[in-house]
């Protein structure tokens, strides 16, 4: 039996792995909750606003909490300790919203990427998905999810690259389809 939607619990759901599609997958959630009336926010880790869906979602849909906790960065040649300590402002910022619970749904795109770079513990991100509010909906994004983080969640899709035009073509990030 299907639950009310008033009474649906929130659940906690990981896009992982090498493949492209992590970010568009949780936006996609993000404009199909926000469709039904959910109050959604996107935090970014690691990023800046210069992505299309972050424009678009500015522009079109202010209804929409969108921060942006990095900055314009090569991913290739690595971060600086000015990189770690936004997404620690941003960690902390992400604490204080999910003890608020005013949100249904919580986006933390490339958190995962923080971890691994040891700039987030992992116990800190359990630890927020623990505290999660019931009925807020967790969306956590990014390469090498942590095996912890991976038990915890209730749903789990890795996206696996088969072929991509970076290697195959030798092209570089495309404005309006990569970024």
């Known amino acids: 039996m299907a639950l009310d939607s008033d009474k649906q619990p929130g659940l906690v759901q990981v896009y992982t792995g090498k493949g492209k599609g992590k970010t568009t997958a949780a936006f ?4 199909r909750a926000y469709g039904h009336g959910f109050k ?13 869906e972050v424009k678009a979602v500015k522009d079109f849909l202010p209804g929409i ?3 942006c906790f ?16 936004l997404v620690l402002k941003g960690v902390q910022i992400t604490k204080s919203v ?3 619970g005013e949100l249904d749904m919580l986006i933390l795109d490339e958190i995962c990427v923080a971890v691994e ?23 956590i ?3 090498n999810a942590p ?21 195959s073509l030798c092209i570089k990030a495309r404005k309006g389809i990569e970024y």
């Open 98 to 100: 999910v003890e608020k």
């Open 40 to 52: 959604v926010g996107i935090f970014l880790f690691l990023k800046d606003s210069a992505s299309g």
């Open 70 to 85: 990095g900055r314009t960065v090569d991913w290739r040649k690595g971060f600086t300790f000015e990189d770690k300590k």
């Open 141 to 143: 994004t990014g390469r």
């Open 117 to 139: 770079l040891g700039f987030v513990e992992e116990k800190e991100l359990l630890d927020i998905i623990k505290a999660k509010p019931a009925h807020m909906e967790i969306i």
């Open 147 to 167: 095996k912890a983080v991976v038990e915890n969640a209730h749903l789990v899709t890795e996206m696996r690259e088969v072929k991509h035009p970076f290697k």
């Open 65 to 67: 909490d969108v921060r």
């Open 28 to 31: 996609g959630q993000a404009l």
